[in-house]
């Protein structure tokens, strides 16, 4: 049976009063000792538990970066498909009788809410714009210039660089987990041959078994 308790932070605290108490209390060392587990053994599940930790760590600090990825994701898509609509509803004005362009700037279709077609729509929107010049001419009477056209499409391109790092940073939290889930599987698999042994080298000494955290079976 799995030695880890309901919560990693009771797991933890288990196995580092097991751990300190076997190597710093005499007796119980001197018994382990004579059943294979020396110095040298304790310092091996002192060392599972200590990449454990550290890996559980580094996992919390990898989502906080996703979540910060995310977050400004999201703020970065807000502010773009405003600007973004704004400038729709203004093109669909001015080309409201030119079937040609209604159908290359995508505005007798639906603004998406996915992130993958709204990119795309908002992507080749400004693409388009930006290679017709009688198109931004016309624009220009809302007040649409060059450069306006050229900002709202570079706030469309780093919408999808941040999109980018939000998944480098999901695929790094993922496999953070995976790192953080292994050690401490291993350090489970120490503990659970450890005690069973520790169980049998003071099975007569009950309160030496208590230092251990370790109730008589």
């Given at each position: 049976?799995?030695?880890?308790?309901?919560?990693?932070?009771?797991?933890?605290?288990?196995?580092?009063?097991?751990?300190?108490?076997a190597q710093e209390?005499?007796?119980?060392?001197?018994?382990?000792?004579?059943?294979?587990?020396?110095?040298?053994?304790?310092?091996?599940?002192?060392?599972?538990?200590?990449?454990?930790?550290?890996?559980?760590?580094?996992?919390?600090?990898?989502?906080?970066e996703?979540?910060?990825?995310?977050?400004?994701?999201?703020?970065?898509?807000?502010?773009?498909?405003?600007v973004?609509?704004a400038?729709?509803?203004?093109?669909?004005?001015?080309?409201?009788?030119?079937?040609?362009?209604?159908?290359?700037?995508?505005?007798?279709e639906?603004?998406?809410?996915?992130f993958?077609p709204?990119?795309?729509?908002?992507?080749h929107?400004?693409?388009?714009?930006?290679?017709?010049?009688?198109?931004?001419?016309?624009?220009?009477?809302?007040?649409?210039?060059?450069?306006?056209?050229?900002?709202?499409?570079?706030?469309?391109?780093?919408?999808?660089?941040?999109?980018?790092?939000?998944?480098?940073?999901?695929?790094?939290?993922?496999?953070?987990?995976?790192?953080?889930?292994?050690?401490?599987?291993?350090?489970?698999?120490?503990?659970?041959?450890f005690?069973?042994?520790?169980?049998?080298?003071?099975?007569?000494?009950?309160?030496?078994?208590?230092?251990?955290?370790?109730?008589?079976?």
């Amino acid at each position: 049976m799995s030695t880890i308790s309901t919560s990693l932070s009771n797991f933890f605290a288990e196995a580092t009063t097991l751990l300190a108490n076997a190597q710093e209390h005499p007796e119980i060392s001197a018994a382990l000792d004579a059943f294979g587990y020396d110095a040298a053994a304790l310092a091996e599940g002192q060392a599972f538990l200590d990449a454990a930790r550290g890996l559980y760590d580094a996992q919390i600090r990898e989502y906080g970066e996703q979540h910060a990825a995310t977050q400004a994701l999201g703020e970065a898509t807000k502010a773009a498909d405003k600007v973004y609509a704004a400038h729709r509803r203004l093109a669909k004005i001015a080309f409201k009788n030119d079937a040609q362009r209604k159908t290359d700037l995508h505005l007798n279709e639906r603004k998406p809410e996915a992130f993958n077609p709204w990119y795309e729509q908002a992507r080749h929107f400004y693409t388009a714009l930006l290679a017709d010049a009688d198109a931004q001419a016309q624009l220009a009477r809302y007040k649409i210039s060059l450069e306006a056209i050229q900002a709202a499409q570079a706030q469309v391109e780093q919408v999808m660089a941040l999109k980018n790092s939000q998944e480098k940073e999901k695929g790094e939290a993922q496999e953070a987990t995976q790192k953080r889930d292994a050690a401490i599987a291993a350090l489970d698999e120490w503990l659970g041959d450890f005690q069973v042994v520790a169980r049998i080298a003071l099975e007569d000494t009950s309160q030496l078994l208590e230092a251990l955290k370790l109730g008589t079976v």
